[in-house]
């Protein structure tokens, strides 16, 4: 089970990304401020939860979290101050929107570029710990599917539909024989061999 806060005293808002991993799209961040005593049982981690789930959950997220935000770094933007720095740039600018400040914050992840002399956490896998973070998970991750399939009716080429920018080998062999979208990040390495691991 999911727990609801870190700690009792501060106002804590979780974070998480979506799309560092892609070839295309923007990198989306979230960052939820949930009540100390919250609870939902079908909260959890937006990887081990299905497109319809996580779709089911994302007005229940917003309706019941005190402040949420939802933001985006361009993928020129990525291209110019790498994936890691974007990345933790859409989580500032998430904190930025958010109307409630938060006095805590819990990152999903191992890593972090401190924001406003707010005191952080990382917290390795933080998305299946606590509540706020796998809230932030979705919400990323869903508003990112949704920004990734308004696209792909301007580029089937390339199947964003299916694979929402990830890099999958119908994406990669897309690439490959048509060229980059202006949506693509122009410095991850398509036939990098490494993506065999994905």
């Known amino acids: 089970m999911l727990l609801s806060h870190y700690q009792d005293i501060l106002v804590e808002a979780g974070c998480d990304e979506a799309g560092r991993g892609c070839l295309a799209g923007p990198v989306f961040a979230a960052a939820v401020i949930f009540p100390k ?11 081990k939860l299905s497109e319809k789930k996580r779709m ?22 990525i291209d110019k101050i790498n994936i890691h ?10 904190l930025d929107l958010l109307p409630l400040k938060p006095e805590l ?11 406003s002399g707010v005191p952080h956490e990382c917290i ?25 399939l308004g696209l792909a009716n301007e580029f089937p080429q390339y199947e964003w539909s299916s694979n929402k920018g990830y890099p999958t080998i119908v994406h990669r062999n897309a690439v490959l ?22």
């Open 37 to 47: 005593d919250y609870f939902n049982a079908t909260l959890n981690d937006s990887k």
């Open 56 to 77: 089911a959950l994302r007005p229940i997220i917003e309706q019941e979290a005190l402040a949420f935000a939802v933001a985006q770094i361009s993928p020129q933007e």
């Open 85 to 94: 720095n974007a990345s933790y740039k859409a989580m500032h600018v998430a």
């Open 105 to 115: 914050l819990l990152i999903d992840g191992n890593r972090f570029i401190p924001y």
């Open 124 to 148: 390795v896998k933080g998305d299946g710990k606590y509540l706020s973070i796998a809230a932030a998970s979705i919400l990323a991750k869903t508003y990112r599917d949704d920004y990734m």
């Open 177 to 198: 024989k048509y060229g980059l979208s202006p949506h693509h990040r122009k410095t991850f390495r398509v036939s990098d061999p490494q993506l065999k691991l994905f």
